[in-house]
């Protein structure tokens, strides 16, 4: 897509519709809904938005908020990292690293529990980086406390769930820095924490020492583009720019004090909307109490949301067709997330802070909200931040120097969680937040605290999918073993349109670890185990990309050290229809019988299992079927008495 052209955001477009009536500021009444809910159908593009609204609120992982949320890679995943010795990344031991006994993820449940209220956790640079444990990601609760596994569910937090069901979801946005809130604020406005400490930085913490590199605000302001920072007498100390000198020293009547560090009232950003003089960018700082951050409650921040931006919006038809509402979170708190983020390797430039790596940190709560993201589908790009700098680069042609070139790789800029061909102008109805602000103050003092459940279960997710928003994820991986060195080597190749991080697990046979690569577009990544060497032949390797792809690779490199015996191997590449083309072959001297079974993507049972026979120097092919959703995942063992597997899971989208 093409940047916007110069054509005129200068200004905000005239407000027409307002007057329309409110259930209270937290919900539409069904007639309000049914006057908006005609969808225009004309297909749209960059061109046709005129605003950009960034509400960042405090402190809330996607599991967290959302892991039991259909059609999100939630509690159902399958494509889970695996721990040495049996069980993976969602049985968290108490001791981490050390063993103890296993913590599941738990339900916060509200209607029992003060859970509201549940309190803040260890959000430290030391402490992400704890649980982070070198991308093993297995050291939550010592780093945390037994309540970074808490999450909550549909009604607990209905207003976010409502979001989620009427608007994109990003289930792989991931928060820019292991860390605090501030540094990844910094990363939303600026793009960087200045590593290199050439401005006052590195930031890897909540000290504000006072900063001189530039904004992204300071950016626009040059390039003629209006924007504003909608922040009110308490801001909780939220807003980014008020940590830079050029801000701090700025004259009040100057455009970066202006707009930048101007408090304003509580309707400020609502009587822009109706008054037309909406900038073409705007960041919204919420108050303490309304930030969602623990141990304020979630039903706090989901009135802020609607009563402050969304109900503005919905109030004017002409502003909401034209307008992009971004709204995510800062850093997870200490709350348990199950995805491992891609990391910078090691000597990424940009990307480490005394030795080490800057992000990226968990997942975060992101939804996109706006007419072209209108319905509960799915975006399943890597995002972080800067991201959404980038989705503004695109629009304003404004281009943000500060974002390292690894992020430019991994992190996408959110262009594939919109749907410009199929804009939808209607505004859902929303839960009534006042409601849920009076069920929460009935609440207080009366429900007894909150308590991890003796018996463990596995959390459940809800059933159903949703839209999958198409993303241009390719790759081709390949294994082979180099007998003479006793090397099993993996080589992953990026066939598709987008860059992405990858990483590399040996689970068993030899030290839990784990190794990170980059794999841009075009590009390839190989390496080698040295399985002989160091495990005396025997392997277990599972290699992570993004949305769900796993590669997993077992067997002994001793085998193929033996003429006489059958040398099997499997490998996949992706096929239009959402198929894979499935190759086996056998380089060894005897016949080899491989068995192909259907473990059951998520969405889908596991199909029945299919033998092949392949003789010595031959091979066989056939194809394997994705579910509807494009999920897959299949597993391709072989008698070869070296316990031989190969595992292929992910998702496909043509």
């Known amino acids: 897509m093409s940047p916007l052209s110069r054509r005129g955001f200068l200004g905000a477009a005239a407000a027409t519709g307002a007057g329309l009536a409110l259930a209270g500021p937290g919900g539409l009444t069904p007639a309000v809904a049914d006057a908006m809910a005609a969808t225009d159908g004309i297909p749209g593009t960059l061109d046709d938005i005129e605003h950009v609204v960034v509400l960042m609120q405090e402190n809330r992982s996607f599991d967290h908020y959302f892991g039991t949320l259909a059609g999100v890679r939630g509690f159902g995943d399958r494509s889970l990292v695996r721990f040495a010795g ?10 981490g690293l050390n063993g103890g006994t296993t913590l599941l993820p738990w339900h916060l449940d509200t209607k029992t529990s003060n859970a509201q209220r549940v309190n803040g956790l260890d959000h430290s640079w030391e402490g992400g980086h704890s649980a982070w444990a070198n991308g093993q990601y297995s050291n939550w609760i010592p780093a945390k406390t037994w ?8 009604g607990d937090i209905p207003f976010q769930f409502a979001l989620a069901d009427n608007f994109t979801v990003c289930d792989q946005y991931f ?7 501030n540094p990844n604020r910094l990363f939303l406005w600026t793009g960087t924490i200045d590593p290199r400490g050439e401005a006052g930085g590195p930031v890897t913490d909540n000290s504000e020492k006072g900063y001189t590199w530039t904004t992204y605000p300071e950016r626009l302001e040059a390039a003629g583009v209006s924007w504003r920072v909608y922040q009110q007498e308490d801001n909780y100390d939220d807003n980014a720019l008020a940590w830079f000198k050029q801000f701090q020293n700025a004259p009040k009547d100057s455009p970066l004090w202006v707009n930048g560090m101007t408090r304003r009232g509580a309707t400020a950003f609502a009587d822009d909307v109706a008054a037309g003089r909406l900038p073409a960018v705007s960041w919204v700082v919420a108050p303490e109490s309304q930030s969602e951050h623990p141990n304020f409650a979630p039903a706090q921040g989901a009135d802020f949301t609607a ?39 090691e000597g990424t430039p940009d990307e480490f802070v005394n030795g080490q790596p800057i992000g990226l940190g968990a997942r975060v709560p992101m939804i996109v909200i706006s007419p072209w993201s209108r319905g509960a589908r799915t975006c399943s790009e890597v995002f972080d931040h800067t991201s959404v700098l980038r989705f503004l680069e695109n629009w304003t042609g404004v281009r943000e120097t500060n974002i390292s070139q690894w992020r430019r790789t991994v992190c996408g800029d959110l262009m594939s969680a919109f749907a410009f061909t199929r804009k939808d102008v209607s505004f859902p109805a929303l839960p009534d937040t006042k409601k849920l602000l009076d069920d929460l103050a009935g609440q207080r003092w009366k429900l007894p605290p909150l308590v991890p459940p003796l018996i463990q279960h596995q959390p459940t997710q809800e059933a159903g999918d949703r839209e999958a928003m198409p993303v241009g994820y390719r790759f081709a991986t390949t294994s082979w073993t180099q007998p003479d060195s006793g090397l099993l080597w993996v080589k992953v190749e990026n066939t598709g349109e987008l860059g992405a991080g990858f990483s590399m697990y040996a689970v068993n046979h030899r030290k839990f670890g784990a190794w990170q690569y980059t794999v841009p577009a075009g590009g390839s990544v190989q390496d080698y185990f040295s399985a002989l060497g160091v495990s005396g032949g025997p392997y277990d390797i599972d290699t992570h990309g993004p949305d769900g792809y796993v590669r997993g690779f077992k067997g002994d490199v001793r085998t193929w050290r033996d003429a006489a015996k059958a040398h099997p191997e499997a490998a996949v590449v992706d096929q239009a229809g959402r198929t894979l083309k499935l190759t086996l072959t056998n380089s060894g001297g005897a016949a080899v019988s491989f068995v192909i079974s259907a473990n059951g993507a998520e969405g889908a049972g596991a199909g029945s299992a299919a033998t092949v026979t392949v003789q010595p120097g031959g091979s066989y092919e056939t194809v394997l079927a994705a579910t509807s959703a494009g999920r897959y995942d299949f597993t391709v063992t072989a008698n070869s008495g070296d316990g031989f597997a190969r595992r292929f899971a992910g998702r496909l989208y043509s």
């Open 175 to 181: 928060c820019s820095s292991m860390t605090s809130t």
């Open 147 to 154: 309540l970074t596994m808490g999450h909550y569910q549909r």
């Open 307 to 345: 009563s402050y931006v969304l109900d503005a919006l919905a109030k004017n038809s002409e502003v909401w067709a034209k307008t992009v509402v971004f709204l995510n979170y800062d850093e997870n708190d200490g709350f348990f997330d199950h995805v491992v983020p891609p990391t910078a390797p």
């Open 86 to 95: 049996g069980g993976d990344v969602l049985h968290q031991r108490l001791l």
